[in-house]
């Protein structure tokens, strides 16, 4: 979004929050004491639910810490060398950074002296113990479906963990985001605590896969696009740039990117086990998520999600593959010098391991022509792929995954910007031109 885009929308916000101001000055006492009727759902417990490390049962910390790993809760929730679960990770936001928080029992860092209705207040309904309302960088957005079951289960397990004293580091987030009115408002526009409605008409494979991508997982999270307010914005799985973090989360309804229609259930299986099948690589984001979390998930969890994510797919519409439309459209011609230049880079380079016509690849991988990750919409992960190499998650059933070698300190900018769009546009790709611009805005900051 441009500047004074920007400037006009936080203008446009402030506007809308002094009209909102006497709206939440109402909703005080339900901020505070949190008694909203939304508290339980339909045939859930209402009211405090203690529970205790010391008399938890085994089963019960056993699911909790099943369903943790389900949620990648490690994933966010602890920061590079540190404790597990002892937060401190920056997660880079587009409004500043925000730091996660300790979620072990430590009682005066952690969660020590939070109640399972606490914990419950927060996944359901996005607010701490206090009643503050949180960012949703914390995704309470897909939480709020959580069972309250399933909640209490991973209070349970997180008691059970070795206390750690971890002081919670303030959000950097920039004016106006670092008000908590402004938080309040985004709650207004945005949010509304829910419950999981399994569909009748679908059987509970599907049910059950609907509940682990949409809510444990939070996959919609990052696959949503989202609006310059950080709203969800268009349809839900519809891909979105991760542009802080500098990937692009792949549709999941789109044959054309990351949906699954045309595999087999082994195949999605085996994606979401390893990362590896014959048709896509998980890398970067998504690599981690298979190595903290899907690879540890049970068989009948993993068919499940098949299921649904088989069902939600979109069939392919036909037609020219073209990709990156939307601002200044920029399709090469047939003749165009950088299309010419990225093929005897290809050739060059790429080729040896590749193929002459892309059709190379190891047992198990997918060969490059035909490769949804020159289909995209945006090219920002094929531009990585290059630059830093190719490396797929190692796990227990591919333990020595094949790995591509980092192209970035050998090739330029242009030249990295000619071979993708290259890539983007042969082999049956259509797709806009890659500039050394957005190469260079995904090399590494050099450090003094």
């Known amino acids: 979004m441009r500047d004074g885009a920007r400037k006009a929308a936080v203008a446009a916000l402030a506007l809308l929050a002094i009209g909102a101001i006497a709206l939440i000055l109402m909703m005080r006492p339900w901020l505070a004491g949190r008694s909203s009727g939304l508290s339980a759902m339909p045939g859930q417990t209402n009211g405090q639910v203690p529970v205790a490390a010391s008399n938890a049962s085994t089963t019960l910390l056993a699911r909790g810490a099943y369903l943790a790993r389900a949620g990648n809760c490690a994933g966010c929730h602890t920061a590079r060398g540190g404790e597990p679960y002892a937060g401190g990770r920056p997660i880079a936001t587009p409004f500043g950074t925000v730091y996660t928080s300790n979620l072990t029992p430590d009682p005066e ?3 020590g002296a939070w109640s399972a209705d606490d914990f419950w207040h927060a996944m359901h309904e996005g607010r701490s ?10 995704p309470y957005t897909e939480f709020t479906r959580i069972t309250r079951a399933d909640a209490d289960a991973i209070h349970a397990w997180l008691r059970s963990l070795a206390p750690v004293r971890a002081p919670n580091r303030p959000n950097g987030l920039r004016f106006p985001w670092n008000q908590p009115l402004m938080t309040e408002l985004w709650r207004i526009v945005y949010f509304r605590p829910a419950a999981f409605v399994p569909d009748d008409a679908r059987d509970a494979a599907f049910n059950r896969g609907a509940y682990l991508v949409e809510v444990l997982g939070h996959c919609g999270a990052c696959h949503t696009a989202r609006d310059s307010l950080g709203g969800p914005d268009g349809v839900a799985f519809a891909g979105g740039e991760l542009a802080e973090l500098g990937w692009y989360a792949p549709s999941l309804l789109s044959d054309r990117e990351a949906a699954v229609g045309r595999w087999t259930q082994d195949e999605t299986i085996e994606w979401l086990a390893t990362g590896i099948n014959r048709h896509a690589i998980a890398a970067g984001p998504m690599a981690a998520v298979v190595t903290a979390s899907l690879q540890h998930l049970q068989p009948d969890d993993l068919q499940s999600m098949a299921v649904y994510l ?7 519409s036909g037609g020219p593959r073209v990709q990156g439309l939307g601002r200044k459209i920029v399709l090469p011609s047939a003749g165009d010098s950088m299309l010419a230049a990225g093929e005897r880079l290809y050739a060059k380079h790429c080729a040896e391991c590749h193929g002459d016509k892309g059709e190379l690849a190891a047992p198990g991988y997918p060969p490059l022509a035909g490769n949804r990750l020159f289909a995209m919409n945006s090219p920002v992960n094929a531009i990585r792929a290059v630059l830093h190499g190719g490396f797929a998650p190692a796990t227990p059933a591919k333990p020595r995954p094949f790995s591509m070698p980092p192209f970035g300190p050998q090739l330029d900018d242009r030249e990295i910007a000619a071979i993708v ?3 983007r546009n042969t082999w049956g790709q259509r797709g806009t031109r890659v500039e050394a611009r957005q190469v260079n805005a995904l090399r590494p900051v050099p450090v003094d």
Do not use: K, V, Y
């Not at 113990?129 to 914390?138: I, S």
């Not at 088989?310 to 392919?316: E, S, V, Y």
């Open 109 to 111: 860092t952690g969660l």
């Open 129 to 138: 113990r206090d009643g503050r309302a949180l960012t949703p960088a914390f």
């Open 310 to 316: 088989n069902a939600i797919a979109l069939p392919d």
């Open 421 to 423: 769009s290259w890539l």
